[in-house]
């Protein structure tokens, strides 16, 4: 046996071993397991190291020491906790690695985001292009701009090269050069770049204005190490507002103390926000810690995406009667996982806990007999808002009825738009991406009060036919989608002349399904007052 698969082969029993005993850890339970679980265990690991060595030995091809780390790291590990549930997992050393940045939301690099696209002439039939540089960083400061295609990194041509191979070439310790070299369209030779490396910071809140006068609205990526201060400067920026709109959607989650941090912006001192059970471990309340005189009514927005420490905030304000929430159903992730630091820097995210709303809703929704894909992708119809027979009934704090077990359902649906094949094929083809470098290279730049006219939108019409092999439409085509072409060509014009958060803007400002939160805003007001008037009725009734 290879010595790289000795030490894959002994991370595994360690890491089966931690599974075994990662709760007794936890509770400084240390007494010895009896003598039949450590036989049992034992006869596992027996079983299985006598069929990875069969493996090994009697496999068709060559087990390589990649093809080894693979079986085990991809394969066995995974395959055993995605039996438990699933959202159990593991990390190899690189995914935990990324795993820990992603919680800090930073690192050291040039501050860019890429991403590969079709080239025939490259070696493995892809290019990596620049969607967009981070705004403050070394790249954004050096003039780099969406679209520019990486040619090299300090010499050495990215030509076959995947995006993740060329991001880690780019990152570094601080402080230290690198040299790019790009080609941009319009230019007559490659571009090249001496940056800096520093500190790149990933907001989480990366958009934060009034929508409308008096109106906030903000949204929240996910939930790391720096959101619930974030959510915190975005207010100070508002000042005195009649309103807020909380955008959640396509949130993922994240860490759970900044997830109660966020709430505790909103609510009350002392009020409930999340409360956690397991099996092996003492139940946890989490509470307002300091506390909100905050008035202004607040309507959350959230979709099918929208996952769990978003749907901790989301089902807290919703049982507060503090926010109304609107949208689709979101996806009911209510299982806690504690993060174990196994051997050789890999990390086991075991589920220890269940979420549970303020008023006690069960976050998660069922995944018995169900398959992953499924899971994550097939949606079970009864827990749609129009049909809410199979959930579980509570009560806000005001008595309004909220249903449970399946996600945070939403006070009021918003459905989301639909697009057609002709929008789909625009978007595969990186349409507006490509004209926006178009655009900028025939006319130079484009100033804040631009407007994509008709006069635009013909040039949009012929670079579609332009392109190899043209991109095929009709004028019914255009005219059926013709805001949210105009819409799409401003947003990637200003994402590439003043940055990504112009660019989002631009989008934010149009999307309907912002607009349609927004009118519900004296509906939320009304939460405040039907609230009002709940408690002052049950305290006449408590002092007969």
């Given at each position: 046996?290879?010595?790289?698969?000795?030490?894959?082969?002994?991370?595994?029993?360690v890491?089966?071993?931690?599974?075994?005993?990662?709760?007794?850890?936890?509770?400084?339970?240390?007494?010895?397991?009896?003598?039949?679980d450590?036989?049992?265990?034992?006869?596992?690991?027996?079983?299985?190291?006598?069929?990875?060595?069969?493996?090994?030995?009697?496999y068709a091809?060559?087990?390589?020491?990649?093809k080894a780390?693979?079986a085990?790291?991809?394969?066995?590990?995974?395959?055993m906790?995605?039996?438990l549930?699933?959202?159990?997992?593991?990390?190899?050393?690189?995914?935990?690695?990324?795993?820990?940045e992603?919680?800090h939301?930073?690192?050291y690099?040039?501050?860019?985001?890429?991403?590969?696209?079709?080239?025939?002439?490259?070696?493995?039939?892809?290019?990596i292009?620049?969607?967009?540089?981070?705004?403050?960083?070394p790249s954004?400061?050096?003039?780099?701009?969406?679209?520019?295609?990486?040619?090299?990194?300090?010499?050495?041509?990215?030509?076959?090269?995947d995006?993740?191979?060329?991001a880690s070439?780019?990152?570094?310790p601080?402080?230290?050069?690198?040299?790019?070299?790009?080609?941009?369209?319009?230019?007559?030779?490659?571009?090249?770049?001496?940056?800096?490396?520093?500190?790149?910071?990933?907001?989480?809140?990366?958009?934060a204005?009034?929508?409308?006068?008096?109106?906030?609205?903000?949204?929240?990526?996910?939930?790391?190490e720096?959101?619930?201060?974030?959510?915190?400067?975005a207010l100070?920026?508002?000042?005195?507002?009649?309103g807020?709109?909380?955008d959640?959607?396509?949130?993922?989650?994240?860490?759970?103390?900044?997830?109660?941090?966020?709430?505790?912006k909103?609510l009350?001192?002392?009020?409930?926000?999340?409360s956690?059970?397991?099996?092996?471990?003492?139940?946890?309340?989490?509470?307002?810690?300091?506390?909100?005189?905050?008035?202004?009514?607040?309507?959350?927005?959230?979709?099918?995406?929208?996952?769990?420490?978003?749907?901790?905030v989301?089902?807290?304000?919703q049982?507060?009667?503090?926010?109304?929430?609107?949208g689709?159903?979101?996806?009911?992730?209510?299982l806690?996982?504690?993060?174990f630091?196994?051997?050789?820097?890999?990390?086991?995210?075991?589920?220890?806990?269940?979420?549970y709303?303020?008023?006690?809703?069960?976050?998660?929704?069922?995944?018995?007999?169900?398959?992953?894909?499924?899971?994550?992708?097939?949606?079970?119809?009864?827990?749609?808002?129009?049909?809410?027979?199979?959930?579980?009934?509570?009560?806000?704090?005001?008595?309004?009825?909220?249903?449970?077990?399946?996600?945070?359902?939403?006070?009021?649906?918003?459905?989301?738009?639909?697009t057609?094949?002709?929008?789909?094929?625009?978007?595969?083809?990186?349409?507006?991406?490509?004209?926006?470098?178009?655009y900028l290279?025939?006319?130079?730049?484009?100033s804040k009060?631009?407007?994509?006219?008709?006069?635009?939108?013909?040039?949009?019409?012929?670079?579609?036919?332009?392109?190899?092999?043209?991109?095929?439409?009709?004028?019914?085509?255009?005219a059926?989608?013709?805001?949210?072409?105009?819409?799409?060509?401003?947003?990637?014009?200003?994402?590439?002349?003043?940055g990504?958060l112009?660019?989002?803007?631009?989008?934010?400002?149009?999307?309907?399904?912002i607009?349609?939160a927004?009118?519900?805003?004296?509906?939320?007001?009304?939460?405040?007052?039907?609230?009002?008037?709940?408690?002052?009725?049950?305290n006449?009734?408590?002092?007969?």
């Open positions: 046996m290879a010595p790289r698969t000795r030490r894959a082969l002994f991370s595994l029993t890491f089966l071993a931690t599974c075994a005993v990662a709760g007794s850890f936890i509770n400084q339970r240390v007494a010895a397991q009896s003598a039949t450590e036989s049992t265990l034992r006869d596992s690991l027996h079983n299985f190291t006598n069929v990875y060595s069969l493996v090994e030995q009697n091809d060559k087990m390589t020491p990649d780390d693979k085990i790291y991809d394969g066995a590990i995974p395959g906790l995605h039996v549930d699933p959202h159990s997992n593991f990390y190899d050393p690189k995914a935990y690695a990324q795993m820990r992603d919680q939301g930073r690192y690099g040039v501050g860019m985001t890429i991403q590969p696209q079709p080239d025939s002439a490259a070696k493995n039939g892809m290019k292009v620049v969607l967009y540089p981070f705004e403050g960083t954004y400061k050096a003039g780099i701009r969406p679209g520019d295609v990486i040619l090299a990194v300090d010499g050495k041509s990215t030509d076959g090269m995006s993740a191979a060329v070439m780019l990152k570094g601080r402080n230290t050069h690198v040299l790019v070299t790009m080609k941009r369209e319009g230019a007559p030779k490659p571009l090249e770049f001496d940056l800096v490396r520093d500190e790149v910071s990933r907001p989480s809140v990366d958009l204005f009034l929508i409308k006068p008096g109106i906030g609205y903000m949204h929240v990526t996910n939930f790391m720096t959101t619930s201060r974030e959510v915190g400067d100070d920026k508002f000042g005195n507002i009649n807020l709109v909380i959640l959607r396509g949130n993922p989650g994240g860490l759970l103390n900044e997830a109660v941090n966020m709430s505790d909103f009350q001192k002392g009020q409930i926000v999340v956690q059970r397991g099996r092996a471990f003492p139940d946890q309340v989490y509470r307002a810690a300091h506390g909100s005189d905050t008035k202004y009514p607040i309507v959350v927005l959230v979709n099918r995406n929208t996952a769990s420490a978003a749907e901790i989301s089902g807290a304000l049982d507060h009667d503090r926010a109304l929430i609107v689709e159903t979101t996806f009911g992730k209510g806690v996982q504690t993060v630091q196994t051997s050789d820097n890999t990390g086991l995210a075991l589920t220890t806990y269940h979420y709303t303020p008023s006690g809703r069960l976050i998660q929704r069922n995944y018995s007999n169900v398959s992953l894909y499924d899971y994550y992708y097939v949606r079970d119809p009864s827990i749609k808002p129009k049909d809410k027979s199979n959930l579980e009934v509570k009560l806000t704090d005001s008595g309004r009825t909220v249903y449970g077990g399946g996600g945070i359902t939403p006070d009021e649906a918003i459905d989301n738009p639909k057609n094949r002709f929008q789909d094929s625009l978007v595969q083809h990186y349409a507006f991406f490509n004209f926006s470098k178009h290279a025939v006319h130079g730049s484009v009060d631009f407007v994509a006219d008709d006069g635009v939108l013909q040039e949009f019409k012929a670079f579609l036919k332009s392109q190899d092999p043209p991109i095929e439409y009709t004028d019914q085509d255009i059926g989608v013709q805001d949210w072409l105009k819409t799409n060509i401003k947003s990637d014009l200003f994402t590439s002349q003043f990504q112009e660019g989002l803007k631009v989008r934010a400002e149009w999307d309907p399904q607009a349609k927004i009118t519900y805003i004296p509906e939320a007001q009304s939460l405040q007052e039907h609230l009002k008037l709940a408690l002052a009725q049950r006449t009734a408590a002092n007969r």
